[in-house]
């Protein structure tokens, strides 16, 4: 008997839940049958599947193909299989497999019976197989083959399907396989399945209101039970309970409500938790569910800023991915920590989670640094379907906004993103997709009242949701970044409440350039910023920055520091969000220089810091930081006794340069003195090394930076030939580089090749990471490009390709 799988929202689970990461194995394609997934797999046996993999969960089967220069990444089925021992320690309790996230089609078999199914990579489900469980017991080969542990085999699929949300259109990968954590849960005979628990406050902060309600998981229809709540506030201390005796109820029922005066409020600053218990008691067994909730007063003023709890507060955000070097959306949840603190420490206290409902690990991160949210469904481009369409998006908006529910990070509920982008079918009808955007905005305020919807880039619905926000790029895909304040004005004039979401530009990691404006120049102004179809292309079109540009670090950073100087004095701005915080992989830019990778971020998909990071930092932190522009530029070029700009990014009032041991002088920190808020040098480099070191203070304490770069002066001419050396070596690992050099041997600072690397012999590249370090093809940054090797304890010969240049090699010994 199929169990349709059922939603599971609960941050800490009724009683008994353990994650399921080790003994896996792992079929990349499909089976005959389910047989072929339970029979024994007998060493020499030809008529056994032979290819399952050992692997552990989270796991993604695009971890690597997905940045694979050489093909498209794997859109298919994939299998799972383990075996385990299960001991529900309950009476009557239920046995249940909790998906935090799965793409994108899952079915789920004990032995051969299968027992759920569901449709949506990226919301929470549970697969009941208590009773499937029990049928198995039965079965001879429970202890017979499988030694008293149950078969769980798990069918995973992401094929390519116009029925379903997100479109194939979109602009990040669409990846399969269990890429979330799963768990192995228990939970008595009666337990929460959902609560709600309603946190407000008015503005001024002295009286919040706590509602709470539930659903129950009671299959058995027991028919009394007792319910007690306790709140906690962020110290610990109990501050509100209550308890009562209930007639079982069916779907969602109010228990409770009570009032806190002058309760400890959220905010991005001092986002306070409380603790609300629940805990259910039936047939004499007890079953806790705990909540964490913040009190927070937010308002999106009409025709006006965001405040929050009474005040106004700049939105600075930037958006996420869930999308990592070697792993693809399989994070674990220390990287997706680390992701989300070095957010924080840039400034940020606002993400937009772009362009699906994220893993529960990222919004309790939120909820607990002070990160403002607006998550979203993957209702992202292609148009819209049919009515198995339509359900899936408003099955994963229920589901979303339920699972979800109680976090105070949250603000804003997305509904779509470039809905006026069409591709996916015949039909492309305007007035059809507003009528649906109006009955998913209707359904997310009849869901959460408490919290507002926003769209994305699709004009003829911007009338329907709460918050919108329009199209403006300015200095990438269309105009120059100087016009940004006049066009977002513009747009906000348009719409009762704006927030802009997706700005910057892409950047190579490690390319830089002497005079990276060059492009503005071949830029027309005044037709706007919005993105248009065939902005994303490196070919055709007229001239824009995304086109013509030279990729670098260098424009970028003066990019943003233009956009961030003109958001301090945006009195109406609610603010905005630099799109992405981090590279992420993507099927539609295999012309990039990293293949399939979307280069906008401000660390690369490893999470190494781009020189953008510390230009954010310097406007939106106070803890005290200093950077002087440059530390991934080894050589600087020019004429001899030619003026060179020294920037120096930093959150102090003041800084004293010294080139070469010598003072330049100080210079005071002025927001609005662009470029690096005043804080330059013209400085005239010695042909060779040159030592930059910057100094400055706050509060008595002296915070300095320090660089060495090259100046070379030579000029040159045409590559013509490349050197590939090996440049260190530590702990099995080698990194090789290659420059690119003219017939004289003068190394070209602005070469573009690109170029492959490659291996014969023992060791392996490390490569498809999706980075510029990272990557067995790829564009040169300033003449060169890095590798690394796992030598593996051997002999290798390393290699280096690239069009009308003669090959090089390299002997890697041990």
């Not at 899952?106 to 009941?128: C, M, N, P, Q, S």
């Not at 400034?347 to 991160?365: E, M």
């Not at 339920?402 to 009808?429: A, K, M, R, V």
């Not at 009032?653 to 005071?668: A, I, P, T, W």
Request: charged share 25%; aromatic share 10%; with cysteine.
């Amino acid at each position: 008997m199929l169990v349709v799988a059922v939603l599971f929202c609960s941050p800490i689970f009724a009683q008994k839940s353990q994650r399921l990461t080790q003994n896996w194995e792992f079929l990349k394609g499909d089976l005959g049958g389910i047989y072929e997934a339970i029979r024994p797999v007998k060493a020499g046996n030809p008529e056994s599947v032979p290819v399952w993999e050992q692997v552990q969960l989270p796991h993604c089967f695009n971890a690597k193909d997905a940045v694979t220069p050489d093909v498209n990444y794997y859109q298919g089925p994939g299998w799972y299989r383990t075996q385990l021992a299960i001991s529900n320690p309950y009476k009557n309790g239920r046995t249940l497999l909790h998906f935090e996230g799965a793409g994108q089609k899952t079915k789920v078999y004990i032995y051969d019976v299968l027992v759920a199914e569901h449709v949506g990579g990226y919301d929470e489900w549970t697969a009941d197989i208590t009773d499937a469980v029990t049928a198995f017991r039965k079965n001879p080969l429970f202890e017979k083959q499988f030694k008293g542990k149950i078969p769980v085999e798990i069918r995973s699929d992401n094929s390519r399907d116009l029925e379903m949300i997100p479109s194939d259109l979109s602009d990040f990968n669409v990846y399969g396989g269990l890429y979330r954590y799963l768990n192995l849960v228990y939970v008595p005979q009666v337990s929460a399945e959902k609560v709600f628990a309603t946190a407000s406050v008015d503005a001024k902060g002295s009286l919040g209101t706590l509602k709470i309600s539930s659903t129950l998981l009671n299959p058995d229809g027991v028919d009394t039970v007792l319910v007690k709540f306790q709140v906690k506030d962020p110290q610990g201390k109990l501050v509100a309970s209550f308890n009562k005796e209930w007639k079982a109820f069916y779907g969602k029922k109010d228990l409770w409500e009570t009032s806190l005066k002058h309760p400890v409020l959220w905010s991005t600053d001092n986002p306070n938790l409380y603790t609300v218990e629940m805990s259910i008691t039936a047939n004499g067994v007890t079953s806790v569910h705990s909540e964490k909730i913040g009190f927070r007063n937010f308002e999106f003023v009409k025709k006006g800023p965001f405040m929050l709890n009474g005040k106004r507060l700049l939105l600075r955000g930037t958006h996420r991915h869930e999308d990592h070097a070697g792993v693809a959306a399989a994070m674990t949840e220390d990287q997706i920590r680390e992701e989300m603190e070095l957010m924080k420490s840039m400034g940020v206290n606002f993400i937009r989670l772009g362009h699906y409902q994220q893993s529960r690990i990222v919004l309790d991160l939120c909820d607990r640094l002070g990160i403002l949210v607006w998550e979203e469904i993957p209702w992202c481009r292609g148009g819209l379907g049919g009515e198995s369409y339509k359900n899936q998006a408003r099955t994963m908006l229920r589901n979303m906004v339920e699972q979800h529910y109680n976090h105070p990070s949250i603000i804003i509920w997305g509904l779509g993103n470039e809905n006026d982008w069409p591709g996916d079918f015949s039909e492309f009808d305007q007035h059809k997709i507003r009528e649906f955007m109006k009955e998913l905005n209707d359904l997310s305020h009849v869901l959460d009242p408490s919290r507002k919807t926003a769209i994305r880039r699709c004009d003829f619905c911007k009338d329907i949701v709460d918050v919108y926000s329009p199209s403006i790029w300015a200095g990438w895909y269309r105009g120059i970044y100087t016009e940004y304040k006049e066009v977002s004005k513009q747009e906000f004039d348009k719409v009762d409440h704006f927030l802009h979401v997706e700005w910057g530009g892409d950047s190579h990691a490690g390319r830089h350039s002497e005079s990276p404006d060059n492009a503005l120049s071949l830029v027309t102004k005044g037709k706007g910023a919005d993105e248009r179809a065939g902005d994303a292309s490196l070919f055709g079109g007229s001239a824009r920055v995304s086109k013509d540009g030279d990729w670098s670090e260098s424009y970028i950073v003066n990019l943003i520091d233009w956009h961030l100087k003109e958001q301090e004095n945006m009195p109406w701005l609610s603010g905005a969000a630099y799109w992405p915080f981090k590279d992420f992989s993507t099927p539609v830019r295999p012309d990039n220089p990293i293949p399939y990778m979307n280069q906008k971020g401000v660390v690369e998909r490893d999470l190494t810091k781009k020189e953008a990071f510390y230009v954010f930092q310097s406007y939106w932190t106070t803890a005290p930081m200093i950077h002087i522009y440059g530390h991934s530029w080894p050589v600087r070029w020019g004429a001899a006794n030619e003026e060179k700009m020294v920037k120096v990014y930093a959150n102090l009032d003041e800084v004293e340069l010294f080139v070469n041991g010598k003072s330049l002088g100080k210079r005071k920190r002025n927001s609005q003195d662009f470029p690096a808020a005043g804080l330059r040098w013209m400085v005239t480099f010695k042909e060779g090394q040159n030592t930059i070191k910057a100094v400055g203070k706050k509060d008595g304490k002296v915070f300095t930076d320090e660089i060495t770069q090259e100046y070379q002066t030579e000029k040159w001419d045409k590559p013509a030939k490349m050197l590939l050396e090996k440049v260190s070596e530590k702990d099995g690992i080698a990194v090789i580089q290659v420059k690119v050099l003219d017939k004289n041997n003068i190394l070209c600072l602005d070469a573009q090749n690109y170029i492959s690397f490659g291996i014969t012999g023992d060791g392996t590249l490390i490569d498809d990471m999706g980075t510029a370090r990272g990557s067995r093809k790829v564009q040169l940054g300033n003449g060169r490009a890095e590798i690394s090797i796992k030598t593996n304890k051997g002999k290798s010969v390393a290699s280096v390709i690239a069009d009308g240049l003669p090959s090089a090699f390299v002997e890697i010994n041990p």
